[in-house]
């Protein structure tokens, strides 16, 4: 008796297919608490913030522009800008959103309102919703930055700062905060309009702007957030980075280099640890997180 399937399929191909699918729906589900991007691979993709700005290029990692867009909550956009030297990107404002800049790399003038103001790498600065602002590289070689975007809600009232609100991460001190262990350094940029421990307290969605620094061999100790969206980018050096748990509710860790960047999901397992060794660079890693609506901040 043949144990085949109409004519001319065996079984065991089609079992070992049933199996392969099975084991990729497993991946699937266990990958869905978050996104992962490698900045390099990213194509350019169209924006307000280069329209008709031959000397400007953005590339969409997570939100606006990007094809899983509609998995972010609060978060409207994530993604790099780069602005050539002698090029400028368009001058842009949003009515219903607040976004923060941080400048990886280059120098570069901000045009905010009627201002201007020199950026320079590690910069960081808040952008409020209906200020016009845009970039120009009047430098030699390119500036790089971190565009993020959050959601006003309709009817929440805005305050104007009084000035640009700007700073270097380089004039934030490092801290230790002890639920994250001890190899892990924090500098902690930007928070909330009411924080009292960040170095700019100018956000009304967005609720920690940070970066991490760990010592060789450091680890962020893996947690999760219940009810705030996460992102992660890898600035500098490699490790693993855990994004999520299996069936078996191990940490899923993933190896990854420099420009590496991840969105998780509220609840999603998150942490890292370097691979760097004594005497080399430290690991950086710029994260940003915001509630969702009706959700409790975290620490």
């Given at each position: 008796m043949?144990?085949s399937i109409?004519?001319t399929?065996p079984?065991?191909w089609?079992?070992?297919?049933l199996?392969?699918?099975?084991?990729a729906a497993c991946?699937?589900?266990?990958?869905?608490?978050f996104?992962?991007r490698q900045v390099?691979?990213v194509?350019?993709?169209?924006d307000?913030?280069?329209?008709?700005t031959p000397?400007?290029?953005?590339?969409?990692l997570f939100?606006?522009g990007?094809?899983?867009a509609?998995?972010?909550?609060?978060?409207?956009?994530?993604g790099e800008?780069?602005v050539a030297p002698?090029g400028?990107?368009?001058?842009v404002?949003?009515?219903?959103?607040?976004q923060?800049?941080f400048?990886?790399?280059?120098?570069?003038?901000?045009?905010y309102a009627d201002e201007?103001?020199?950026?320079?790498?590690f910069?960081?600065?808040y952008l409020p919703?209906?200020?016009?602002?845009g970039?120009?590289n009047?430098?030699?070689a390119p500036v790089?930055?971190?565009?993020?975007g959050?959601?006003?809600?309709?009817?929440?009232?805005?305050?104007?700062p009084?000035?640009?609100?700007?700073?270097?991460?380089?004039?934030?001190?490092?801290?230790?905060?002890?639920?994250?262990g001890?190899t892990?350094?924090?500098?902690l940029l930007?928070?909330?309009t009411?924080?009292?421990?960040?170095?700019?307290?100018a956000a009304y969605?967005?609720n920690s702007?940070?970066?991490?620094d760990f010592?060789?061999?450091?680890?962020?100790?893996?947690?999760n957030?219940?009810a705030?969206e996460?992102?992660?980018?890898?600035v500098?050096?490699s490790g693993d980075?855990v994004?999520g748990?299996?069936?078996a509710?191990?940490d899923v860790r993933h190896p990854?280099?420099q420009g590496?960047?991840?969105?998780?999901?509220?609840g999603?397992?998150?942490?890292?640890?370097?691979?760097?060794?004594e005497?080399e660079a430290h690991?950086l890693?710029?994260a940003v997180?915001?509630?969702l609506p009706?959700?409790r901040?975290?620490?």
């Amino acid at each position: 008796m043949s144990t085949s399937i109409g004519t001319t399929t065996p079984l065991r191909w089609w079992l070992r297919l049933l199996l392969l699918l099975a084991a990729a729906a497993c991946l699937a589900a266990a990958d869905s608490g978050f996104l992962r991007r490698q900045v390099s691979d990213v194509q350019p993709r169209p924006d307000d913030l280069t329209a008709n700005t031959p000397g400007a290029s953005y590339k969409p990692l997570f939100g606006a522009g990007d094809l899983d867009a509609g998995q972010l909550k609060a978060v409207v956009r994530y993604g790099e800008l780069t602005v050539a030297p002698g090029g400028a990107s368009a001058v842009v404002s949003y009515p219903a959103e607040e976004q923060m800049y941080f400048v990886t790399e280059g120098s570069a003038t901000l045009l905010y309102a009627d201002e201007k103001a020199p950026l320079k790498k590690f910069d960081f600065l808040y952008l409020p919703p209906g200020v016009k602002h845009g970039i120009a590289n009047t430098s030699n070689a390119p500036v790089k930055v971190i565009v993020m975007g959050y959601q006003i809600a309709a009817g929440r009232t805005v305050e104007l700062p009084s000035k640009i609100m700007l700073a270097n991460a380089d004039d934030v001190p490092l801290q230790v905060l002890g639920q994250h262990g001890p190899t892990t350094q924090f500098k902690l940029l930007m928070g909330l309009t009411s924080s009292k421990r960040d170095k700019l307290a100018a956000a009304y969605v967005m609720n920690s702007l940070f970066l991490m620094d760990f010592a060789p061999g450091g680890t962020n100790i893996p947690h999760n957030h219940p009810a705030e969206e996460e992102m992660y980018l890898l600035v500098r050096g490699s490790g693993d980075m855990v994004a999520g748990r299996d069936a078996a509710g191990k940490d899923v860790r993933h190896p990854v280099t420099q420009g590496a960047a991840f969105f998780f999901k509220p609840g999603t397992q998150v942490g890292y640890y370097s691979n760097a060794k004594e005497g080399e660079a430290h690991d950086l890693i710029l994260a940003v997180r915001s509630n969702l609506p009706g959700g409790r901040r975290n620490p």
